[in-house]
C-alpha cells in the first residue's frame, strides 16, 4: 500500500486536504492527523474493517480498548451508556483539549472498538483539522497515537510518515504537535483514577472533581 503524504496549515487546514481525508476514512481507510496533544491515526469506528486496519497498522493487542474523538457533548452522549456528573464537570472544564475521559460504551459502540471491555474512551479536541474532519463526516473517530505500539510517538507528520509508511493511506502534514499527550481519567468505578497523566495535571483533576 502506498501511503499518501499531504501538507496541511494545522490551523486552517484546506477544504481539499479535509475531504481527501474524509474519503480515505469512508472507504474504510485510515488516516494520520494532527491533534492538539498529538498526531492520530483516525477511522471509522462503525466499519470492523477499519477497526482491524488500525490494529494491525499499530501492531496493538486486540483487548486494548481504541480511543474515540467526538465534536461535541452531544456525540459524546450518544456513544455512551450512561454519563456521571463528574463526565460533565470535567468536559465542560477541559473540553475542547488534551483530556480522556472513560466512560461505559452504549450497545451502538462495536464491542472490537472497547477492547472487549465494553468501556469507552472519548476526547473532544481543540485541532482544526479534527474539527473540520468530525464536522464533514458527521460522526465519531477512532483516534489513537499515530505510532507502532511500543515505539516513540510521532511529533510531527514526517515522523508519522517514516514510521507508518505502507501501513496506513494517508498522512495530513501538520508540522509539529506540542510535546506531551493527553491525560486519561476513568470515571467508570465508584473512585475516579488517572490512568495516564498527560498535558493536565492530575491536581487539576482533583480540583474539579473535588466532592463530586
Known sequence: MATDLIEIETDQPSPEAIARAAGVIKR??????????????VADPFNLHAVGRV????????HRSLPLLV???????ELAAEL??????LARRFWPGPLTLIVPASARVPLKVTGN???LALRQSRS???QALLEHLGQPLI?????????????????VFGMMDGRIDLVLDGGHCPVGGPTTVDITEPYWRVIKEGLIPEKEIAESLKGA
Open 28 to 41: 474504510g481507510g485510515v488516516a494520520a492527523i494532527p491533534t492538539d496533544a498529538l498526531y492520530s491515526l
Open 55 to 62: 490494529f494491525q497498522a499499530k501492531g496493538r493487542e486486540i
Open 71 to 77: 465534536s461535541d457533548l452531544v456525540m459524546a452522549e
Open 84 to 89: 456521571s456528573s463528574r463526565f460533565f464537570l
Open 117 to 119: 471491555t465494553g468501556r
Open 128 to 130: 482544526a483539522p479534527v
Open 143 to 159: 483516534a489513537t497515537s499515530a505510532n507502532i505500539s511500543g515505539q516513540p510517538t510521532c511529533r510531527s507528520g514526517i515522523e
